[in-house]
């Protein structure tokens, strides 16, 4: 899964959210990518770079190999979190082997709402000590993820849209094939997991993520 994307050319970093929900953006930007980006972190001892970075550790990795981070545009997709926590969910619940353990043994595993509660928008997230990147990140707040550095702010449900914005700042006008996008969401399915606590816990617990998508609401209200 490729979830960071890189252009010493243009200047352009891309962080896709944790969950990789857009990997049709990797295929769109293919053209001026220049840097090789390791599958993880001990995959490929030729590059500091590697898939699943934060974007703190993605400064640390440009500055020791002498690309100052904050030279470059610094994107970063989000995903709505109350599909995004749900998503999450269930590829623990397919992928955890004690999760699947319970499963054979004919235990139900924690429902969606108790297991919410017990994960956090920061720190070890929804996961454990040295467990998947993917999903110690994937709770986290958008405050945390981009901790101040990045600069520019894509939502993963209108990324088409945002991207082709952003990027004509790099005067690079992005091809994209709809057909590619794909979705892989029903908002509306999603939504029925939620109760009224936790629904309301996702509006405390994620109001910044919340607010990139109230801004684009008040900033299309002042056009019209």
Same mark, same amino acid.
Not at 109 to 117: G, K, S, T
Not at 178 to 195: F, K, V
Not at 206 to 218: C, E, I, K, P, T
């Given at each position: 899964? =490729?979830? !960071? #994307? ?6 352009? /970093? ?8 857009? +990997? ?6 293919? @053209? ?8 993880? =972190? ?12 934060? &974007? ?11 690309? @100052? ?8 997709? /989000?995903?709505? @979190?109350? /599909? ?5 969910? *269930?590829?623990?619940?397919? /992928? ?11 235990? +139900?595993? &924690? ?10 928008? *920061? ?5 454990? &000590? ?16 981009? *901790? ?10 209108? $990324? =088409?849209? *945002?991207? +082709? ?25 999603? !939504? ?24 684009? +609401?008040?900033? #299309?209200?002042?056009? $019209?």
């Amino acid at each position: 899964m =490729k979830l !960071m #994307l890189i252009s010493h050319r243009h200047r352009f /970093v891309v962080f896709l959210d944790p969950l990789g929900s857009c +990997q049709w953006v990797r295929r769109t930007l293919d @053209p001026w990518l220049d840097q090789p980006v390791g599958s993880s =972190k001990t995959a490929d001892t030729t590059t500091v770079f590697f898939h699943g970075m934060s &974007p703190a550790e993605a400064e640390l990795a440009f500055d020791m190999s002498g690309h @100052p981070f904050r030279n470059y545009m610094r994107i970063a997709i /989000v995903q709505n @979190p109350f /599909v995004r926590i749900v998503q999450l969910y *269930d590829r623990i619940a397919a /992928v955890d082997p004690i999760w699947q353990a319970r499963r054979r043994l004919g235990l +139900q595993n &924690p429902d969606f709402v108790r297991w919410l509660h017990h994960t956090r928008a *920061d720190g070890y997230g929804a996961g454990y &000590p040295r467990g998947p990147r993917w999903r110690r990140f994937g709770s986290w707040s958008a405050d945390t993820w981009c *901790d101040g550095r990045i600069s520019h702010i894509a939502r993963a449900e209108h $990324a =088409k849209e *945002d991207l +082709q914005t952003i990027f004509r700042q790099r005067d690079i006008a992005l091809s994209i094939d709809c057909r590619a996008i794909g979705q892989n969401s029903n908002t509306a399915i999603e !939504m029925e997991r939620y109760d009224l606590a936790s629904a309301t816990l996702i509006q405390s617990r994620y109001a910044s993520d919340l607010g990139f998508y109230q801004q684009h +609401q008040n900033e #299309l209200s002042l056009v $019209a």
